[in-house]
């Protein structure tokens, strides 16, 4: 599809589809001229054969060499290919010559001594349709726009395998392209595994370079050489020269492109002894609690017993998962060795990048520019890279904001490639408080640095505009720049839509290069469809991007999560095409890095110890779990694949192996393993498709022998839908379109994909794409990966590959806790529970308890509301929860309490978090689990037990335009905050009565009081954050202040009522009264 060549809508059960254009749209422009090669021998062009097609004279590595010069080689020359020294094969119409053999597929009798003088004829072109599944069935129109013509680029007939994908040219006209009928054979280029794989190419490779460098390093290396050996050094000379150059890069390309950094084992090993330790201590201290009930206050202390065997198994499933933590790094040179050298074709893989967004409103368009703009401008070969914006709102904002981003496109992607420079996204590159002078030597650095800032500000100033105009609706709706009305102003109930913004081969920056795809979607909704909210519409992705480019793997990222390094995809790379990950790696996981968080991180916004600890510990098991954002998937995992395993990775992991010992090896465990062999023998050898359309259409004719690998076109219809397109597109296992597609279905297919009854009757959300039933749809995907047996990486590289927005208000902060939360108990009530789901795949034992751990911790929240306001009961009654212990028993409470704080110190010792983050993490970790968490307990029951939903908001991404963390201290009611703030004032309370109490009891009553009042001081501890948060900022008085200043005043009311010097009682006038008066 030709970029900017107008918006397409359509409905697929409707039957419609149409193409609206932009007012400034002209008139079609004729194709570049593409077979123009020249010949690098003469000089002369390589011409073009007898049906129009490029002429090759070499199938080994298509060098460029004209026919004459051809002839002349075969007839009179060394009859071989003067790059890669293979014999010429005789072609359609050359005459003879001696040693040619016998070919049936170019035996032409007539045209042996003459070939056709007609070879450059230009190549006629017929223009097709794609306006109806039916040429001749006409199409209703949605608006009054232009029917859909001629728009799609053909792919590339001199390859077996397409990986630019079906997008055409840049420029906003449409094209005629030629048609390539599906039925012809596709030439099939042999490769000879003896020879250099780099040396197969497509014209790109300059002979006469070549050689000249060639004998330049020649003679520099042996001027080298003979140095070393006049100096005496003596010894065996080592690889210099070219052999010895060509030998240490062959050495490169087989060296790993990625190492695992094990945690030093000083670290590492008393880190496990004091977890053991604790375990053993815990147990004693449990033993003991149960047997020593307190019998004048049973109800607490049973209470506290419960709770606190809850919080012993909950501290089970979240520290055993962290056993064996460990560090990666990438090596991304070997990668560019191996992938992608200079002055070669890039090998990489084609990767598609997903950003979501639902209301402009809450995420501002400038955001999500910024995030498109970092990946536009990411260093990874244009070509290869495709932007899919998911626009779930239908918004007229968001279209309009993403056709001024592609214009800004333009000018932004060039500067930052040419300077190198990071943070790519204009905000927050240009907001950086740092010397930007810094390692650069390019003296026309600061004049474009200027005129770009001012081009951004500019850029700015056109979407604010744009988000002004957009803040009230026109009650006929919004129109577009030619007068038809926008499709989506009917957000529930409009067409699927895809627009081009950028294109391959179009769409050319300031200094004339290609820049990546930019594709705007937006699904089809109609009123009775169940949409899925996000995961729906990233499913909606998956199959259009497999329509249109089918990359080989897939980026996902929120629109507020900016590409911070320009390198993240390569260093997923480095993981997913590695020999031994790629094929049983699902996805690589990059932490999440938030720009915009105060100081102090009052509310654990960055979530260190989450990414930083446990995440590291469960990368050296199974892979860490999927956190929604800032992850690269392989798209043969999400479409259900079973990942290519090895003997190694059958075997039952460690923790089975020493519970349980070795499994036996039965004829079910030998079928298992020959099925596994059978299957990974299949999916290693898939480097073409395996079937094309002409199987597809024709029910996989032909492979009887081994029914229970293929499937039967019933069943793949029923697995992922009746578009055979896409079921062509989910068998290229490295990516790119089906050579045998035909471009004139694109789009229709590409409308049929998002349509939105598309997955009826599928398995789409199911088993294959991203998982419904749950609102933390991240969580349900990534279970099923690793339940079928795939791994996943923790890339984690020096500098944080995406960085985004979090909110730092109390009450927004806690609304999005809530929306984990409550994810997590959809799951627990599920068929999907990591409890009792998954045991016969190859889910290992401690990533099954860091699964579990994750749908629990929201039930937490009962026993740590209860344990909270224990404290503030013991002190009003006077009760306690723990009976006089001895001497020996109060050596298992210390031991307890030291086994804590050393299991604290040594997890920030090899995590290498600061002590403040890991307290901002338990102070939060109390703040949610007596808010969000409780909520989220009983709003999951009654959704699934009584039906009643839940909606969420998106949480707001607005820019903090009234100073610095202006947001913090905006006091927003909700229903959350009801339970810790009751939890505070009863501690206070409790605390002021416990005072009173001893104040007038006398001095024996102060040495319990302490034991009470120190648990009561240490929830209050643990909410100051929500206190703080709860009071604003109090014309920014220190909330220290005014909580020290409440609880003195009260102590020293209490000390003066008790010494009550203004009056003097009689003790013979009423020998019954108390001292002290009221209390």
């Known amino acids: 599809m030709e970029a900017s060549s107008g918006l397409v809508a359509g409905s697929y059960r409707r039957n419609e589809l149409v193409r609206i254009r932009h007012e400034s749209d002209g008139g079609s422009k004729p194709l570049k001229n593409m077979d123009r090669e020249i010949c690098q021998i003469c000089g002369d062009h390589a011409g073009l054969t007898e049906t129009g097609d490029l002429f090759v004279a070499c199938n080994e590595c298509a060098f460029p060499v004209c026919r004459p010069c051809y002839e002349y080689e075969r007839k009179d020359g060394t009859q071989c290919c003067p790059h890669c020294k293979t014999r010429y094969r005789r072609l359609r119409g050359s005459p003879r010559?001696?040693?040619?053999?016998?070919?049936?597929?170019?035996?032409?009798?007539?045209?042996?001594?003459?070939?056709?003088?007609?070879?450059?004829?230009?190549?006629?072109?017929?223009?097709?349709?794609?306006?109806?599944?039916?040429?001749?069935?006409?199409?209703?129109?949605?608006?009054?726009?232009?029917?859909?013509?001629?728009?799609?680029?053909?792919?590339?007939?001199?390859?077996?395998?397409?990986?630019?994908?079906?997008?055409?040219?840049?420029?906003?006209?449409?094209?005629?392209?030629?048609?390539?009928?599906?039925?012809?054979?596709?030439?099939?280029?042999?490769?000879?595994?003896?020879?250099?794989?780099?040396?197969?190419?497509?014209?790109?490779?300059?002979?006469?370079?070549?050689?000249?460098?060639?004998?330049?390093?020649?003679?520099?290396?042996?001027?080298?050489?003979?140095?070393?050996?006049?100096?005496?050094?003596?010894?065996?000379?080592?690889?210099?020269?070219?052999?010895g150059e060509e030998l240490q890069m062959a050495d490169d390309t087989r060296l790993p492109m990625s190492r695992i950094v094990p945690i030093p084992p000083s670290h590492l090993?008393?880190?496990?002894?004091?977890?053991?330790?604790?375990?053993?201590?815990?147990?004693?201290?449990?033993?003991?609690?149960?047997?020593?009930?307190?019998?004048?206050?049973?109800?607490?202390?049973?209470?506290?017993?419960?709770?606190?065997?809850?919080?012993?198994?909950?501290?089970?499933?979240?520290?055993f998962p962290k056993w064996y933590p460990i560090n990666r790094e990438t090596y991304l040179d070997r990668l560019a060795i191996r992938y992608d050298r200079d002055g070669e074709p890039s090998q990489l893989t084609p990767v598609d990048v997903f950003v979501s967004t639902v209301d402009p409103l809450k995420?501002?368009?400038?955001?999500?520019?910024?995030?498109?703009?970092?990946?536009?401008?990411?260093?990874?070969?244009?070509?290869?890279?495709?932007?899919?914006?998911?626009?779930?709102?239908?918004?007229?904002?968001?279209?309009?904001?993403?056709?001024?981003?592609?214009?800004?496109?333009?000018?932004?992607?060039?500067?930052?490639?040419?300077?190198?420079?990071?943070?790519?996204?204009?905000?927050?590159?240009?907001?950086?408080?740092?010397?930007?002078?810094?390692?650069?030597?390019?003296?026309?650095?600061?004049?474009?640095?200027?005129?770009?800032?001012?081009?951004?500000?500019?850029?700015?100033?056109?979407?604010?505009?744009?988000?002004?105009k957009a803040q009230k609706v026109p009650e006929e709706g919004w129109t577009m720049q030619d007068g038809t009305p926008w499709p989506g102003n009917n957000t529930r109930d409009h067409p699927g839509m895809i627009q081009v913004f950028l294109g391959h081969s179009?769409?050319?920056?300031?200094?004339?290069?290609?820049?990546?795809?930019?594709?705007?979607?937006?699904?089809?909704?109609?009123?009775?469809?169940?949409?899925?909210?996000?995961?729906?519409?990233?499913?909606?992705?998956?199959?259009?991007?497999a329509v249109l480019t089918n990359g080989a793997y897939l980026l996902n990222v929120d629109c507020d999560h900016y590409f911070n390094n320009s390198k993240a995809i390569k260093e997923a790379m480095c993981f997913l095409m590695d020999p031994a990950y790629g094929k049983k790696c699902c996805y690589v996981q990059f932490p999440q890095r938030f720009d915009g968080i105060d100081l102090h991180d009052r509310y654990a916004n960055r979530n260190i110890v989450f990414f930083d600890i446990n995440l590291k510990g469960l990368d050296g098991i199974q892979g860490p779990v999927y956190v929604g954002t800032g992850c690269c998937f392989n798209r043969q995992a999400l479409y259900g694949y079973d990942p290519v395993l090895t003997e190694e990775d059958l075997q039952p992991n460690i923790i089975v192996k020493s519970c349980c010992g070795s499994r036996k090896k039965g004829k079910n465990s030998k079928k298992y393993s020959y099925d596994q062999k059978r299957r990974g023998i299949s999916r290693s050898n898939s480097n073409a498709p395996l079937f094309n359309m002409d199987d597809i259409d024709e029910g996989f004719e032909g492979y009887d022998d081994d029914r229970s690998i293929l499937m039967s076109q019933k069943s793949v219809e029923k697995r992922f839908g009746q578009s055979p397109v896409f079921i062509a597109a989910t068998f290229m296992e490295q990516g790119g379109i089906p050579p045998t597609t035909n471009p004139a279905t694109l789009l229709k297919e590409a409308i049929h994909v998002i349509s939105c009854g598309y997955e009826d009757k599928?398995?789409?959300?199911?088993?294959?794409?991203?998982?419904?039933?749950?609102?933390?749809?991240?969580?349900?995907?990534?279970?099923?990966?690793?339940?079928?047996?795939?791994?996943?990486?923790?890339?984690?590289?020096?500098?944080?590959?995406?960085?985004?927005?979090?909110?730092?208000?109390?009450?927004?902060?806690?609304?999005?806790?809530?929306?984990?939360?409550?994810?997590?108990?959809?799951?627990?009530?599920?068929?999907?529970?990591?409890?009792?789901?998954?045991?016969?795949?190859?889910?290992?034992?401690?990533?099954?308890?860091?699964?579990?751990?994750?749908?629990?911790?929201?039930?937490?929240?009962?026993?740590?509301?209860?344990?909270?306001?224990?404290?503030?009961?013991?002190?009003?009654?006077?009760?306690?929860?723990?009976?006089?212990?001895?001497?020996?028993?109060?050596?298992?409470?210390?031991?307890?309490?030291?086994?804590?704080?050393?299991?604290?110190?040594?997890?920030?010792?090899?995590?290498?978090?600061?002590?403040?983050?890991?307290?901002?993490?338990?102070?939060?970790?109390?703040?949610?689990?007596?808010?969000?968490?409780?909520?989220?307990?009983?709003?999951?029951?009654?959704?699934?037990?009584?039906?009643?939903?839940?909606?969420?908001?998106?949480?707001?991404?607005?820019?903090?335009?009234?100073?610095?963390?202006?947001?913090?201290?905006?006091?927003?009611?909700?229903?959350?905050?009801?339970?810790?703030?009751?939890?505070?004032?009863?501690?206070?309370?409790?605390?002021?009565?416990?005072?009173?109490?001893?104040?007038?009891?006398?001095?024996q009553s102060w040495g319990p009081l302490f034991g009470k009042l120190f648990f009561a001081l240490w929830v209050i501890a643990h909410l100051y954050p929500f206190l703080k948060g709860l009071l604003g900022r109090q014309n920014r008085t220190p909330t220290i202040v005014i909580v020290w200043s409440v609880l003195l005043a009260s102590i020293f009311s209490l000390l003066w009522v008790r010494i009550n010097p203004f009056v003097s009682v009689t003790p013979q006038a009423n020998p019954n009264a108390v001292p002290g008066g009221v209390f």
């Open 97 to 243: 010559v001696e040693g040619d053999e016998d070919e049936d597929d170019v035996d032409d009798i007539e045209n042996e001594f003459s070939y056709a003088q007609g070879a450059n004829k230009p190549r006629r072109r017929e223009e097709f349709s794609s306006s109806s599944r039916h040429e001749s069935q006409p199409i209703p129109l949605l608006t009054h726009g232009h029917t859909v013509s001629g728009e799609i680029r053909t792919p590339d007939t001199q390859s077996v395998r397409t990986t630019s994908g079906p997008l055409g040219p840049g420029d906003r006209n449409a094209i005629s392209s030629p048609y390539i009928d599906p039925r012809q054979p596709v030439p099939v280029r042999i490769v000879d595994p003896s020879k250099d794989l780099n040396s197969y190419g497509l014209g790109n490779v300059d002979w006469k370079e070549r050689v000249e460098g060639w004998k330049l390093k020649q003679e520099k290396n042996m001027l080298q050489m003979t140095g070393k050996y006049h100096e005496g050094k003596g010894g065996e000379i080592e690889g210099t020269g070219s052999n």
């Open 269 to 319: 090993t008393p880190y496990r002894v004091v977890i053991i330790l604790r375990l053993i201590i815990l147990g004693f201290f449990l033993q003991y609690r149960t047997t020593h009930p307190v019998k004048d206050a049973y109800p607490l202390w049973l209470t506290s017993v419960i709770c606190e065997i809850w919080f012993a198994f909950s501290w089970l499933l979240d520290q």
């Open 363 to 468: 995420e501002p368009p400038l955001v999500t520019a910024n995030t498109v703009l970092s990946i536009l401008a990411v260093d990874y070969p244009v070509d290869k890279v495709a932007c899919y914006v998911s626009d779930d709102g239908a918004a007229m904002l968001t279209f309009e904001s993403l056709s001024e981003t592609a214009e800004f496109a333009k000018k932004w992607v060039p500067f930052c490639k040419k300077f190198s420079i990071e943070p790519r996204a204009p905000e927050f590159y240009f907001q950086q408080k740092i010397d930007y002078l810094k390692d650069k030597i390019q003296p026309s650095f600061v004049k474009e640095r200027r005129a770009m800032k001012r081009e951004y500000e500019e850029f700015k100033v056109r979407i604010n505009a744009l988000v002004a």
């Open 506 to 545: 179009g769409g050319l920056d300031t200094d004339g290069n290609e820049l990546p795809r930019l594709i705007y979607v937006s699904r089809e909704k109609r009123p009775g469809f169940q949409h899925h909210k996000k995961a729906g519409a990233m499913n909606a992705l998956i199959r259009v991007s």
């Open 762 to 1003: 599928s398995e789409w959300g199911k088993e294959i794409g991203w998982i419904y039933g749950s609102v933390t749809e991240d969580i349900l995907t990534g279970f099923k990966m690793h339940a079928r047996g795939w791994m996943s990486i923790y890339c984690n590289p020096p500098r944080p590959a995406f960085k985004g927005s979090a909110p730092i208000n109390l009450s927004d902060r806690l609304n999005q806790v809530l929306r984990w939360a409550l994810g997590s108990i959809e799951i627990l009530l599920s068929r999907h529970c990591p409890i009792w789901y998954g045991y016969t795949g190859r889910l290992r034992l401690l990533e099954r308890l860091a699964y579990i751990n994750t749908i629990v911790y929201p039930i937490t929240a009962l026993p740590l509301i209860a344990y909270c306001i224990l404290p503030a009961f013991c002190l009003i009654t006077d009760k306690f929860i723990i009976p006089e212990i001895s001497n020996y028993a109060s050596i298992w409470f210390i031991l307890l309490f030291i086994s804590i704080a050393v299991t604290g110190i040594l997890e920030l010792r090899w995590s290498g978090v600061s002590i403040e983050d890991w307290w901002r993490n338990e102070q939060f970790w109390v703040i949610g689990g007596t808010s969000a968490h409780l909520f989220a307990v009983f709003q999951g029951l009654l959704k699934v037990l009584a039906g009643i939903d839940t909606n969420f908001t998106v949480t707001s991404k607005a820019s903090d335009e009234d100073g610095d963390f202006a947001e913090l201290y905006i006091f927003k009611w909700t229903a959350l905050l009801i339970p810790p703030t009751t939890v505070l004032v009863v501690n206070l309370i409790g605390i002021v009565a416990g005072v009173s109490y001893a104040v007038n009891s006398g001095y």
